[in-house]
């Protein structure tokens, strides 16, 4: 069992930047492929970024890509999600996910997910 819980969300102005956290506890975090995925009022979830178990590579949704970065510190068991040059179409509850193999975009493929986290951004 891996909890999850997210936190770093708030009110930015477009173009302005956050930094979420999503603080993991229960098993080994290195052991755990994290992904990053949001989900705005009458939308489905969708996408953001994914990081590899370990760290290394990532992956990211075209529409957040050259914006978004994901990495890991698995010492404090904690990924992050820096989010630069935020546009309103990124107003969405962010969550983080988890599992031990899975780190693609494939949200059903994830195992445990934390209790999101909500960004706006005013234009």
């Known amino acids: 069992q891996v909890q999850l819980v997210e936190s770093g969300g708030g009110l930015v102005q477009a173009g302005g930047s956050l930094r979420l956290s999503c603080a993991a506890s229960g098993r080994t975090f290195s052991s755990y492929a994290m992904g990053w995925f949001r989900q705005a009022p009458g939308k489905e979830r969708e996408f953001v970024a994914a990081?590899?178990?370990?760290?290394?590579?990532?992956d990211y949704a075209e529409s957040v890509k050259g914006r978004f970065t994901t990495s890991r510190d698995n010492a404090k068991g904690t990924v992050y999600l820096q989010m630069n040059s935020l546009k309103p179409e990124d107003t969405a509850v962010y969550f983080c996910?988890?599992?031990?193999?899975?780190?693609?975009?494939?949200?059903?493929?994830?195992?445990?997910w934390g209790q999101g986290t909500q960004v706006t951004v005013s234009s």
């Open positions: 996910a988890a599992d031990p193999i899975y780190w693609g975009p494939r949200s059903t493929s994830y195992d445990y």
């Open positions: 990081i590899r178990r370990g760290g290394g590579d990532t």
